[in-house]
């Protein structure tokens, strides 16, 4: 048999792989593939000569399990859905701001009287919830000690009151952190030494989350990367008695890196000296991810998230692994989401085809959240 017969054999099998009405029947295909097949042993791979003698295994036949595109869905342990997906806000203290984010291609810094208008029609279309950032945008409103963070007339605070308001079913998750409102970018209080002052800063944060959560934040997630601010907020929530609605969603696994840098031009949040590896994990650190998982567990948190994502799908599978009564979140952060304009709009891929395979990778290492600045596309996406 020549390389070419055995070639236009492989091809003539491939292409029955997506039904056309001018495929030949079952029974014709099935002759046809098989008589190349024996003429094709003597130089085929031995594992495709064994699958069709009858004495060894059949095991290695595996196409007909997903040539149907159905089928192909079944192969997922979970498949995106439109209750999985968390929007990103980000919400200015001016009222009537509508500014797009150059670094986030289709997102925007939002007042307050924009994001009815925003949402409403993504509501008609399943979206089921979104978290809000702060970003403050007068320079008097930030200081050493992030003073504005709970200010109950800003952006964040007044924004959950409205937005229970208006929608009373959307589920409201504020992130909740100091450094839209620190003076020096950081996320906490600061020694004179330019170091977090761990102890000042949980209790700050502990109160922040606390005041989001009395403003109707159905869930609160500290992004700040403290030790024990977990333990803080949820004794802090019980204390209030209000731990019975608050879901506590940790940023147990966050790593620093360059991923974030479209998210803090839109929030306005670049450290003013330093960086932030002294607390945000190493991106090397999986031991370091599976303790701060472990020990956010033990705090407390109800859900445990992992950021980046598709840099950091072996720490989604742990957290998965480690917690495996929680769900776990998948933060597809900033900079994920614009390389993958960058390079759609470079003609390196499609953008939807990509948004689905990062988000599948996402899914398949163990997230059954994503928070996801795709959001309103895959609404769209997910109807087709
Ligand atoms: N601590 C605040 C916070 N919460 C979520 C993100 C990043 C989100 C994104 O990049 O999309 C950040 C920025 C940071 O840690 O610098
Ligand atoms: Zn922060
Ligand atoms: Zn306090």
Not at 227 to 236: E, H
Not at 306 to 322: E, G
Request: hydrophobic content about 40%.
């Amino acid at each position: 048999m020549s390389f070419s017969t055995l070639v236009s054999d492989l091809t003539y099998r491939d292409s029955t792989h997506s039904p056309r009405p001018s495929a030949p029947s079952h029974t014709a295909s099935t002759n046809t593939a098989r008589s190349h097949l024996s003429r094709a042993q003597s130089s085929y791979a031995s594992t495709a000569a064994t699958s069709v003698s009858i004495s060894g295994s059949i095991s290695s036949q595996l196409h007909g399990g997903y040539s149907h595109p159905l089928a192909r869905q079944w192969q997922a342990e979970r498949q995106l859905t439109k209750s999985m997906l968390i929007y990103p806000l980000f919400i200015t203290d001016n009222p009537d701001e509508c500014t797009p984010i150059p670094s986030l291609p289709g997102q925007k810094r939002l007042g307050i009287n924009k994001l009815i208008p925003l949402l409403t029609p993504l509501i008609a279309k399943g979206l089921k919830s979104v978290i809000l950032f702060g970003v403050p945008l007068a320079p008097t409103a930030k200081d050493a000690l992030g003073t504005a963070a709970d200010d109950p007339l800003g952006p964040v605070i007044a924004g959950l009151r409205l937005l229970r308001r208006a929608f009373p079913q959307l589920f409201l998750v504020a992130d909740v952190c100091l450094c839209e409102y620190t003076s020096h970018g950081h996320c906490g209080i600061l020694h004179d030494d330019g170091s977090l002052n761990n102890t000042l800063s949980v209790d700050r944060i502990s109160d922040v989350a606390l005041a989001y959560a009395e403003a109707g934040a159905h869930c609160v997630a500290p992004s700040d990367m403290n030790d024990g601010r977990i333990r803080a907020i949820k004794l802090k929530l019980i204390e209030s008695g209000i731990a019975h609605r608050v879901v506590l969603m940790s940023y147990s696994a966050k790593f620093s890196g360059c991923l974030y840098g479209p998210f803090r031009d839109a929030a306005g949040s670049v450290p003013s000296f330093g960086d932030r590896r002294c607390y945000q994990l190493p991106p090397g650190g999986r031991g370091l991810a599976r303790r701060a998982i472990r020990r956010d567990i033990e705090e407390g948190a109800d859900i445990i998230m992992v950021k980046p994502a598709s840099q950091y799908l072996d720490i989604i599978s742990d957290a998965k692994d480690i917690g495996k009564d929680l769900p776990v979140a998948a933060y597809q952060v900033s900079g994920e989401y614009a390389m993958i304009h960058a390079a759609a709009k470079a003609g390196v891929f499609d953008l939807k085809t990509m948004a689905f395979e990062s988000t599948e990778g996402i899914l398949r290492a163990g997230a059954s959240i994503v928070v996801s600045y795709f959001t309103p596309e895959f609404l769209e996406w997910l109807d087709t």
